[in-house]
């Protein structure tokens, strides 16, 4: 996203995603939050789009953020379903199939009211559907509730991506992914919710029934590659970079429980995070020991 061919290749694959979407311009515009002049200008290629706007464009019209900006880097380590030879498409859908609909309405639904709580006629009554076509792309609510599961997969993937790729310093890159991790904004306490009950219900089902492991380690690979990073520039103390991220990724889950079920606030979080960070991974600033 930094040179004229980049921002074409972007614009040409923005107008891709929001006609196979089937909005218009103004519903899209308004979706991301800014001008639909801007919008326009954005999708001819004269004007940037911006890390927020990549987002809501790609949260709208259902495509990810590194399919838009043709990435091919590493800032974040790709999930299962996203790699070459899954069953999920990271361009735009073929069609305008009801299917994202309903995954995006069950996966608000389960994250405000609870998986329990939450039946299939309450998904149908809020998507204007028809219990039996929610029953046509999902057998029943366990799958669906997977699908809000991948739902929030994309959104903290395409998140990294839109976000992390421009910061160059290990230290502040580190710091943002933690954030962008964290039950922090209604959006990501709404991933947590779905994240806090999927560990509720592995804890009395087969993980192995679940992509969620394969998902978590592909977050811990993120959180590796990240102190590698550091690591390799000396802004990181050496040590064992996987058991760093496992005791980093289990303190930041602890953390976030917390913080989802009122226990700490987002102050005392970010204190928290901050000091664990000072005192095991990262070396200390000379400028700031001088002081």
Known sequence: MTDRSEAGGTARRAKDALRASNLSQRQVAASIGIDETKLSKSLTGRRRFGAEEILGLATATGVTVRWLLGDES????TPPRFLPGSDQRPGPAPDSSPRRLIVETAWDLFARHGYETVRIADIAEATGL??????????????????TLD????????????????IR??????????????????????????????????????PHASDYPANYERWSQTVRSTIEAGQAEGAFRPGDSEALADELTSLLDGLGVKVLTGIMDVATFRRRLSSYLKRTIVNPDPDEESQ
């Not at 739902?151 to 421009?166: G, H, N, P, T």
Request: hydrophobic share 40%.
């Open 74 to 77: 590493q800032v974040s380590a």
């Open 130 to 147: 028809s219990s039996a076509s929610i029953h046509y792309y999902f057998e029943g609510k366990s799958e669906l509730f997977e699908a």
């Open 151 to 166: 739902y929030s997969v994309k959104l903290a993937f395409d998140r990294q991506i839109a976000w992390l790729d421009e």
């Open 169 to 206: 310093s290990p230290r502040r890159r580190l710091q943002r992914l933690l954030e962008l991790q964290s039950p922090i904004g209604r959006t990501s306490r709404s991933e947590w919710s779905i994240w806090l009950q999927t560990w509720a219900r592995l804890g009395l089902e087969d």
